[in-house]
């Protein structure tokens, strides 16, 4: 298995421009986590996906952030307008999540290599 | 909110030496897990624990889960340079929340 597939590894973009982070979840996992890791915060949940629909995105920042997964191989985050501030890696990981009689148990998460956002 | 807090937050020792770090939480956790992140690239689980009282060793890593299920330590016996690293804990429930790491150097 390849594990969880990011690209850009690294992005340089000015303020005001628009980025866009790519992920592909290792196949058979239906979860699905975008995270945001800087020095002073670490490492950070912005948003998490169950069979291809939100779940919780109480992490995200603000407006300018938003995720998609339009299926069960892909998702996007998209920043817009992108600001210094949002320079960070960002990393997306997939997992298997398991609900078994009301009780939801999360297995092991693996996490893609991150992309490296610069924004100047 | 769920805060998972880490201790200390770096630190630096000979090859050869032993050390514990810890991850502290008022919150209980279904479980706690342990990554290491090394740079470039994301974190990688070491370890799950589940049980509180729990203990489980890797090799030279011994992992604790406390009795409550709010706190949990990482012993490393006999230090390696292929220990160096960020460690990170993260408590589990419906999510994953991620302390803010340990950031271990081991000098040769």
């Known amino acids: 298995d390849a594990g969880v597939i990011q690209s850009p590894r690294h992005e340089v973009t000015e303020m005001g421009q628009e980025v866009t982070l790519r992920c592909k979840p290792i196949?058979?996992?239906?979860?699905l986590f975008w995270y945001r890791q800087t020095m002073m915060r670490g490492l950070e949940l912005l948003i998490y996906?169950?069979?291809?629909?939100?779940?919780?995105d109480s992490g995200m920042p603000e407006d300018r952030f938003s995720a998609k997964m339009p299926n069960a191989s892909f998702s996007t985050l998209k920043i817009q307008p992108s600001e210094p501030r949002d320079s960070a890696v960002y990393f997306c990981?997939?997992?298997?999540?398991?609900?078994?009689?009301?009780?939801?148990?999360?297995?092991?998460?693996?996490f893609g290599p991150g992309t490296r956002l610069t924004v100047l | 909110t769920q805060l998972l807090e880490q201790s200390p937050q770096f630190l630096s020792i000979q090859e050869g030496e032993n050390l514990t770090v810890y991850c502290n939480s008022s919150?209980?956790?279904?479980?706690l897990q342990w990554y290491r992140q090394e740079p470039g690239e994301g974190p990688v689980l070491l370890v799950t624990?589940?049980?509180?009282?729990e203990v489980k060793k890797l090799k030279r890593l011994t992992f604790q889960f406390g009795d409550a299920r709010k706190d949990s330590s990482l012993h490393i016996t006999a230090a390696q340079p292929g220990d160096t690293g960020l460690y990170l804990c993260?408590?589990?429930?419906?999510?994953?929340?991620f302390g803010k790491g340990t950031r271990l150097h081991i000098l040769p």
């Open positions: 993260a408590g589990a429930d419906d999510k994953i929340i």
């Open positions: 624990v589940v049980t509180g009282g």
């Open positions: 919150s209980v956790f279904s479980s």
């Open positions: 990981a997939s997992s298997l999540v398991l609900r078994i009689a009301g009780q939801v148990s999360t297995d092991t998460q693996y």
């Open positions: 196949s058979g996992h239906n979860s």
């Open positions: 996906f169950n069979n291809n629909v939100p779940i919780d």
